[in-house]
């Protein structure tokens, strides 16, 4: 099994969770966590002309900033979001943070969870 | 006087904001205008150490992403927040990441706002 690290709570950085949800790939998979669930990797609506790398890449941005924690089991990972601690940290941000994503442009939002 | 591109709040981006406000200084910035105050970029307070086209890439990056607005007047550059706007487009936004600064660690204020 990988190690994978994860930022203790008080470690996690405004500055981090920001620029990983600068990128639409990062914030789309946030918000298909946000309602608590725990996904396999396999199991995200993601852009169908993205990378295996490039995905890799999009987690460990996302675990490193505190945001999400990934479980290990056998061969599989199981991501899910590390909403009470983040919600402890930082009152209401990811609340308001996800309220924005809703109010940007049907364009964009399109463009970002144009799936498989 | 040189013509400074500033987006319409209809293309203000959600990602736009956030990557702009991933980095320490630029997030400084917009603290240091929240009041609605009007400064000239001498009357920041500025960590010492970054030289001047940091500085110009710093206010260009928050300016393409909509959150300031320069007026030029002469040889001076007038920097204010673009408030109404990002708060008629999200809704809460700055306010929650303005607190989420407040109480991020003395540590990383206390880097980040050293002053000359």
Known sequence: ?????????????????????????????????????????GAFKLPSTKGKSTMTHHFKVLRDSGLIFTRVDGREHYTSLRRAEIEERFPQLLDILLQAWQTSTEDVREQTLRVV
């Open 1 to 41: 099994m990988k190690n994978l690290h994860h930022p203790s709570r008080e470690d996690i950085s405004i500055f981090g969770i920001l620029y990983a949800l600068s990128e639409p790939v990062r914030f789309s998979i946030i918000e298909q966590l946000a309602n608590g669930t725990e996904l396999t990797c």
